[in-house]
């Protein structure tokens, strides 16, 4: 019997459909394809079997036929399992994982510092790591395996020494790289590189947070060729943080030297968490200040954390060990949206941790006298919610994350404890960054105002007052996020401005009772108007008396009362009711939209 078969049967599953059917019909068989001549397999009838048998022997030879084997491989699946390449695989994983030579891992515990893979295991546990990209970086140059052959013992080069991937981080799904400090100290070469492009770029399309967890000695110098100047190279990276910068939030943490090249990302990034006695970044190493310069500095002086808390502004907040880096970052993450197209994320609201009722008498009603910020913000924002950015740094501003019944707000804040509330240049610096990135992310604002102004003086002309109050009210003005300004004190010169006043598109500007709107306070303005007038009267008593009487008539028409009659401010409000009337303001106002005019952008920065 010739029969023709429409499959593309090996040799031995035409074999076996052959002697099935030849059971089954009780006669010889041969086999051939549907189109074509050739025989594929002939078969005789086995007196053995029962008719039945055959038949079922028959169907299933040519199911699995018509299967691809499929049907065969299901039904002896549980007889398979990995070959020796998957276990050469593992094993080839396993030591990928182990990082650089033994020696550098137990330098990491006199450093105090986590393995790059434990500490990865401390931020996202053992579930949260989703998956790792280019674990085969560079093998050929190092591995046994690899096509070059065995390297030195001290060359081992696993993941080319920078992790990419994703995870689950405080229930959000975010980029991440990590610099493996015991592969050449961590630095840069082709192969890492092009894995830190690509998790930049697939940030971009996903729109989701990246995290980058720094302990980078810089480029590899020796290896430089094919990285350090090329289109794809190592200056792409900063091209891609200014990509995403504004489109998704960029954290940064350093755990050791981040120098040259490596210093950038912590720079570039919105937010830079340094940690204390271990990280440092600085634009070149001591070695090299040296033999440029001729200074002698070592690496904690030079970029240390005390450096840019205090000095550059460049980190935002300080670390005491691993475990409180991450916290930090858990914390400043979860006032952040994924993207730029997502609203801020929402907790429970909190009663404040201090009763709103107080604040009255929390501010004075002198407007010299000193007292600290935070006891009103305290009364007014959801209990243990407030998380401060540089607080070291232009510490007459302050910029903090925080959330009024549940809502994160971004808070531009004058300290009238810190050289009584004035405006400096680096105050003013931080506060423009701290807007301009609260509103790329969506955060509402709330300036909370008293403040005499910007700082006059020659040393702060030196310093770019101009230039950075400039940036400061400029960053007002274009925010485009709700904002609420609170007069809580004294409000005189262009600090009005800065701190949003009327003239900057708030959403609302309120007073409290204590608040003043002026030019200038009353002992400068009557000295600027009436100096002449006073310097006549001979008698001192006299005069003083009469200066007194002026500076109660200037009050008058500086008083909060008078600018709410004049319809300057929104609205007079009991300070024990300021909680209440913001919140009730920044949610009727969480759908406002503003549009700024049809421009390329501004020219001022």
Known sequence: ?????????????????????ASHFGEEVELYPKRGDDLLATAAPEESETPTDASEAAAEAIDAAAAGGSKNAASSGDDLGPTDREATLREEIDDILEGGPEKYRERLTEQGKLFVRDRLDLWFGEDGLAFEDGKFANFDSWHPSGQEGEAESGDRLPADGLITGAAEFE???????????????GSMAEKGVEKFLRMQQRALKTGRPVLYLMDSSGGRID????????????????????????????ICVLYGP???????????????VMVRDMSAMAIAS?????????????????????????????ADLIAEDEEHARELVAQLIGYLPDNADENPPRTDGREPKRAPAGIDSVVPQAPNRGYDMFDVIERIVDADSTLELRPEYGSEIITAFARIDGRPVGIVANQPKQRAGAIFPDAAEKAAQFIWTCDAYDVPLLYLCDTPGFMAGSGVEKEGILEQGKRMIYATSSATVPKQSVVVRKAYGAGIYAMSGPAYDPESVLGLPSGEIAIMGPEAA???VYANKLAAIDDPEERAAKEQELREEYREDIDVHRMASEVVIDEIVPPSELRDELEARFSFYETVEKDLPDKKHGTIL
Do not use: W
Request: charge should be negative.
């Open 171 to 185: 229930g959000r799904d975010v980029h991440f790289m990590a610099n493996d400090f015991t592969v050449k100290a």
């Open 286 to 314: 001591p070695r090299m200040v040296e033999m440029v310069t001729g200074e002698e500095i070592d690496l904690d002086e030079l970029g240390g954390p005390d450096v840019h808390a205090r000095h550059s502004g460049s």
């Open 223 to 250: 290896q430089q060729t094919g990285f350090f100047a090329n289109r794809e190279g190592i200056g792409k990276y900063y091209y891609n943080h200014s990509m995403l910068s504004g489109r998704v939030p960029q």
């Open 526 to 528: 009557i000295n600027a």
């Open 258 to 272: 981040c120098i040259a090249g490596a210093a950038y990302t912590p720079v570039f990034a919105d937010f830079t």
């Open 1 to 21: 019997m010739e029969l023709r078969v429409n499959t593309a049967a090996t040799d031995q599953e035409a074999q076996a459909i052959a002697k099935a059917l």
